[in-house]
């Protein structure tokens, strides 16, 4: 223990691992003090210092379990500093947990992914763990994805928009054999949100269209719109970009093709262009005009179908007379030849000809 004339503060190096420790639950570096010892300070890794809360605790927002970090705690009056390294360092980092990434699609879920370590032990077991900015609670990650060989090398955590706007994600390993560093990443969901473009409708007048789109994000509030927009039969126009709107007026009459894309402001993530979308917005005029040609058009069809159905019907009667011609009525031998006597009707047909012989029948009376 160091002693100086006004107090004593903490202990010396070689028994710092008693007197000066860091709680992961609370994420606290606390120490033991006696004396009137002021201007206490933490240093994390001789760069980023922190102030300490009633020169007995210097109290972090982020707190690294996996990798090895140097912290210090140094007093002004009297003039004295110590410090730990926390976690302890061991085992090998090539055996960790690599490569992590998370994404969020979408929705309301957060999925994490990441590859087993060159020199993990063919009996590695990896877990997943966070703990979010407003919080000391450590949560388990409960639905994995587990490779052929049974090795959990994914997760996907449901429910992340309860939680603060940023994780600290841990990825510890396990096996029988030796103790396995873990692998740890900040997430913050603004940045990680995989955006979308959103779809777009509109609304048509005389004089232009209206054009309108939603975003939806559960993380992020301030966009910024990039639209393409080509009319028919003309070169693509500038790109026009918008921020923190969702619609876009066009003076424009006719057809046109749009495209959007969507960048969040702050972290510049940004989603692919949409599909091209085809619009057509005509004025009451071309409305009008367009219905008259329309009506007219149908009007013409519909009298060249019956003048077309009409010659179709004289061509049918006519070869149905051709094939079947008509029966002529001969003449009643029975009766007599009084000028009341009647007559057959002999029909020769449209050739004016008989296709047939006709032989002349004299009725001669009995003896």
Not at 191 to 200: A, Q, T, V
Request: charged residues 20%; glycine residues 6%; neutral net charge.
């Amino acid at each position: 223990m160091v002693h100086h004339a006004a107090g004593t503060l903490l202990l010396s190096a070689a028994s710092s691992s008693r007197n000066l420790r860091m709680d992961p639950h609370s994420q606290r570096l606390t120490w033991d003090r006696s004396g009137n010892v002021s201007g206490i300070e933490c240093i994390k890794n001789s760069r980023q210092k922190l102030k300490a809360r009633e020169d007995r605790y210097c109290e972090y927002r982020v707190l690294s379990l996996c990798e090895p970090t140097n912290y210090t705690v140094r007093a002004a009056s009297p003039p004295f500093s110590t410090w730990i390294l926390f976690p302890q360092p061991g085992g090998d980092s090539a055996a960790a947990a690599q490569n992590v990434t998370c994404k969020t699609a979408g929705g309301d879920a957060l999925t994490c992914h990441w590859a087993v370590g060159s020199a993990a032990p063919s009996d590695v077991q990896y877990q997943l763990s966070w703990i979010d900015q407003g919080s000391s609670r450590w949560r388990a990650c409960l639905n994995y994805h587990v490779d052929t060989w049974g090795r959990q090398v994914g997760c996907r955590v449901d429910g992340i928009s309860q939680y603060c706007p940023e994780l600290w994600v841990h990825v510890f390993g396990q096996t029988r054999a030796s103790r396995i560093p873990c692998s740890s990443k900040v997430l913050t969901f603004s940045s990680l949100e995989l955006l979308r473009p959103p779809n777009i409708t509109t609304r048509c007048n005389e004089t232009h269209s209206q054009l309108h789109w939603e975003t939806q994000s559960h993380f992020n509030c301030s966009f910024r719109y990039t639209l393409h927009i080509q009319k028919a039969l003309e070169p693509p126009m500038k790109d026009i970009v918008l921020q923190d709107t969702n619609s876009f007026t066009l003076l424009h009459r006719g057809a046109f093709m749009v495209k959007i894309k969507v960048e969040e402001v702050l972290s510049e993530a940004s989603s692919d262009w949409s599909e091209p979308q085809h619009f057509a917005c005509d004025s009451e005029e071309e409305k009008a005009s367009s219905g008259i040609w329309r009506t007219s058009l149908l009007m013409a069809l519909g009298t060249l179908l019956a003048l077309l159905l009409a010659v179709l019907l004289c061509r049918r009667f006519s070869v149905i007379q051709r094939v079947f011609p008509p029966i002529p009525r001969m003449r009643d031998p029975t009766r007599g030849h009084g000028q009341h006597e009647e007559l057959v009707v002999w029909d020769l047909g449209p050739s004016g000809q008989e296709d047939c012989p006709v032989a002349q029948l004299q009725v001669q009376e009995e003896p």
